[in-house]
C-alpha cells in the first residue's frame, strides 16, 4: 500500500510540474520565445518531454 501511495505522489508530483512548465512556456512573449528559440504553441510537447522524457 506504500508503494501505491508513494507512486501516486510522484504522478501527481510530476502532473503539477508539467502544468506549472506549460503554463511558463504558454506566456512567453513571443520575443522571449524567439530569444530561446521555442515557439509557445510548442508548449505542450516541450513541457512533456521535459518532465516525462
Same mark, same amino acid.
Given at each position: 500500500?506504500?508503494? /501505491? $501511495?508513494?507512486? /501516486?505522489?510522484?504522478?501527481?508530483?510530476? =502532473?503539477?510540474?508539467?502544468r506549472r512548465l506549460r503554463a511558463? $512556456?504558454?506566456?512567453?512573449?513571443?520575443?522571449?520565445?524567439?530569444?530561446?528559440?521555442i515557439f509557445p504553441r510548442d508548449?505542450?510537447? $516541450?513541457?512533456? =518531454?521535459?518532465?516525462?522524457?
Amino acid at each position: 500500500m506504500k508503494t /501505491l $501511495i508513494a507512486r /501516486l505522489r510522484r504522478m501527481a508530483a510530476k =502532473q503539477a510540474t508539467y502544468r506549472r512548465l506549460r503554463a511558463e $512556456i504558454a506566456g512567453l512573449s513571443h520575443a522571449e520565445a524567439l530569444d530561446l528559440g521555442i515557439f509557445p504553441r510548442d508548449a505542450d510537447r $516541450i513541457a512533456r =518531454q521535459a518532465v516525462w522524457g
